[in-house]
Each structure stands twice: as C-alpha cells, then as structure tokens.
C-alpha cells in the first residue's frame, strides 16, 4: 500500500470528525512532510515522517516538554510513531516572516522594515503593511516564549549541545561548502587556519551558560497565533549554550533587520532575561560578544547545511539564502582581532574587502 494511502487511513481513524480533504500543508528541509486535514469541524496538521529516515519520539517529547514549560507547541491530538504519523492542531498559515514581508518596499525612512530581495520587495507590493509596533510586539512575544523555555531547562532532559556536535555541524562547511559547492580545495596552511578558527569559536561556545535551545528559532518556524507565538519544529532541540536560539532569530538567515534594530532587541532580550533570572553575564558587552561568536559557529554551520541541501538532496531553494549568512559572518568576523585571519580567508574566497561595523 503506498504510504500516502496508508496516511489517509491513519488520520480517517484519528480524526474527530470525517475527513473532507488532505492536502499538502508545507515540507521541510528533511525528509517530513506536512498535510492540511479538512473536517466540518475545523482542520488540522497531520505530519508524515517515514521511520526509515525520521523518528519522531523526539518530537513527541519535546512539544510537551516545551508545552509544559508555556510555549506554544502543537497539541498532539493522536501519534502512531511506528508508522510515524502525527495529528497536530493547526496554527494556520501566518509564519512570522510571512508576516513581516508583507511590509511595502516603500516604508518610510527609519521604519522596521526588513532588507528584502528585489524579488521579495516585488511580492511584497500591494499586500498589507504591518506596522512597527506589530514587528516589535512579534519580536517581544519571541523573546518571552525563549525566556520561558529557557527557565524550564535542566541538565540530561535533552542531548548536550556538546564539543562534538558543534565541532561536526562547523566541519559542514569545509566539507560542503568549500569542498563540494564552491570546489575548494584548502593548502594545508588553510586547513590549519581553520583548525584554529574552530578551536577558538568552540572554547566561547562551549564556556557560556547551558539551556534548552530550539535549534531553528527563526521567522520560518514561529506562527502568528493566540498566545503568540506558536512554535514549530523544535524536534532537534539540545541542551546548550543561552544564546543560540538569539542569534537564530535575530541573525536570521531569511529576513534582514539593521543591526541598531538587532542591537535593540538583543539588549531587551537580555534585559528581561536578567530579570528572570537566566545565567546571562551581568555586562552586556560580554553578552553581545557571546551572541556574535555563537552566530559565527551558526553561520559557518549554516553555510554547510544549505550547500548539502542543494547538492545531496537536490533543494536548490537554499542557495538564495547563502549571500545574507556569509555577510553576518563576515560582519561578525570584522569585529573581533581573534577572527582576522578567518576574515581573510574568507576576503581571499570572494575576493572580497572587510568592511567596518559595530565593535565590542
């Protein structure tokens, strides 16, 4: 029996109320898909992760785990995670970055706007523009529902975010990236570099307070809803340095903020959770300084993950993304003496000349 059939019949049997339609809701960058149930009574999210690539135990466990800590994750209405099917309740179609690229291109001078492409300012014209104190309250609502996850943390609940994981997310790049995207091969002088590179990201990653982090908390994944956000594919969360998850939305590697916005954010962020009681450093220029090292491992990382993306299983989606991660790490590396010689590296891969920023 084809699998979608088998699915249909799953969810005819979970379902409250007979099923009027199935459709394809969205897919993600693994192997899970998403379908939209119809019922007279409402409709509902149904995800198929085949069991031969995808395990959805972690997904399972860590909704109600976040649930129980006041975020807003799917209910799972019904699980089969042999076959593995979920039935989710339906937060809709309003991600926050569908929210925030409904922003005209010709917002005034000084506004919230995001740096958009030309293509994403031409399908933006037209719609609606949310207004600054909408992205604000979006940004706000993220940061309590982080706060709140973050508070709930405890040690072995979740996988550590540890050396080797971080070290095998950052050899993505060479072995992705440079290797098989831009077909680079690297003088033993540059594998040394990055050798060091590494060596120096991972001793500030490793040293910062440990939470749960997300993972992938950015605008793709946070839904507009009531209580706001929802929250979505958070089955990869580990237990790992505070401020990951930060650097996902604020860094984020499908909308564009000015950095005196993300600064603005980042120090509210920090702010409330100081008076939370989360284990931020008392200064914020060691947080800031935490932050943008912790995106230099995401976005080297990141790099690697969207050229896999393309080259093994073929989603040419991602390769759009690439220009805006390379230019938070470059902006990121411009700061800091320690991250010169990866600068320069990166200088010599693009042919490129650094430029000045903001410096902690």
């Known amino acids: 029996m084809e699998r979608t059939e088998r699915l249909r ?20 960058a693994s192997f899970r898909r998403y379908f939209r149930a119809r019922t007279a009574a409402g409709s509902y999210i149904v995800m198929d992760a085949p069991p031969s ?9 860590i909704a109600r785990l976040f649930r129980a800590a006041g975020a807003n994750t799917p209910e799972i209405l019904a699980e089969n995670p042999a076959e593995g099917f979920l039935l989710l ?19 005034p001078a000084g506004s919230l706007a995001p740096t958009l492409s030309q293509g994403e300012r031409e399908q933006s014209l037209g719609q609606n523009r949310i207004d600054d104190d909408t992205a604000d ?50 003088s033993a002088e540059q594998s040394a570099l990055l050798d060091t590179t590494f060596r ?5 990653n490793l040293a910062q307070a440990k939470v749960y982090v997300h993972r992938d908390w950015h605008s793709r994944n946070l839904m507009v809803t009531e209580p706001n956000p929802g ?28 950095e005196a916005r993300v600064l603005d954010w ?20 060691d947080f800031y300084r935490d932050f943008e090292w912790m995106g230099v491992q995401r976005h080297i990382k990141v790099l690697g993950i969207f050229a896999r993306l393309y080259h093994r299983d073929g ?29 320069r590296f990166l200088d010599a891969l693009e042919g490129r000349q650094a430029e000045v920023g903001y410096t902690f």
């Open 231 to 258: 929250v979505l594919d958070f089955q990869d969360a580990v237990y790992g340095p505070i401020t990951y998850d930060l650097v996902s939305i604020y860094k984020d590697a499908y909308i564009k903020w000015d």
């Open 137 to 186: 309250g979006l940004y706000r609502d993220a940061n309590a529902a982080l706060i709140q996850i973050q508070l709930a943390s405890r040690p072995g609940e979740l996988p550590d975010y540890d050396e080797a994981l971080l070290t095998r997310e950052l050899r993505l790049f060479p072995e992705w990236y440079l290797a098989k995207h831009l077909k680079f091969e690297l």
């Open 89 to 107: 309740s339906d937060f809709g179609d309003t991600t926050y970055l569908a929210a925030l690229t409904r922003q005209s291109a010709g917002a």
């Open 200 to 204: 120096a990201i991972l001793d500030n």
């Open 266 to 285: 980042t120090i509210r962020y920090w702010e409330a959770a100081r008076r939370a009681g989360l284990p931020v450093p008392a200064d914020f220029a």
């Open 53 to 61: 690539h995808e395990d959805c135990r972690p997904y399972i466990h």
């Open 9 to 28: 019949q799953w969810v005819e049997s979970a379902l409250p109320a007979p099923l009027l339609a199935l459709e394809v809701a969205s897919a993600d």
């Open 315 to 343: 989603k040419a989606g991602y390769l759009k993304d690439m220009p805006l991660v390379m230019h938070y790490l470059r902006r990121a590396c411009e700061r800091y003496n320690a991250l010169a010689p990866f600068l």
